[in-house]
């Protein structure tokens, strides 16, 4: 088998890894309550899998440079990867808006919890802030 068939069924692999990521995603961000850490591994794994298909893409077009690509075999390939790239940016899509709403979720809950947030004990200088109560002034 030539290097392009190799490269490009590697793709289909890294692809397919990606899809189950992504998935993983989408029952992480459906969920009632989101579990950061898992959301932050999730994130990992996807980046990591999107680092290792750019490098698979550029042995690609060095390969596809130097072999004949007419082939049936790679033809198929290719299509078989456009169409699992297309459906993996449907759900890339879908995932941004379930982050969007959880976004949103958390804007609402923190606009409802800050008007009962306790006074800062400290200022940005670090030192201790004074509290005026009543006419009395009392260091915290």
Known sequence: ??????????????????????????QQLSAGH???????????????????????EQLRRDAQKVENTGSTDISQRW???????????????HNGWLLEDQLARNEQALAVLKPHQEPNLYGADGQATT??????????
């Open 1 to 26: 088998m030539n290097r392009l068939l190799e490269v490009m069924d590697q793709m289909t692999v890294v692809l397919n890894s990606l899809k189950e990521v992504m998935d993983a995603e989408q």
């Open 34 to 56: 989101v579990n950061g850490s898992a959301l932050q591994r999730i994130t990992e794994d996807k980046s990591s899998l999107l680092a290792t298909l750019d490098y698979l």
């Open 131 to 140: 509290v005026s109560r009543g006419g009395k002034k009392i260091t915290i």
């Open 79 to 93: 299509q078989t990867i456009t169409q699992k790239t297309q459906h993996l940016r449907d759900i890339n899509q």
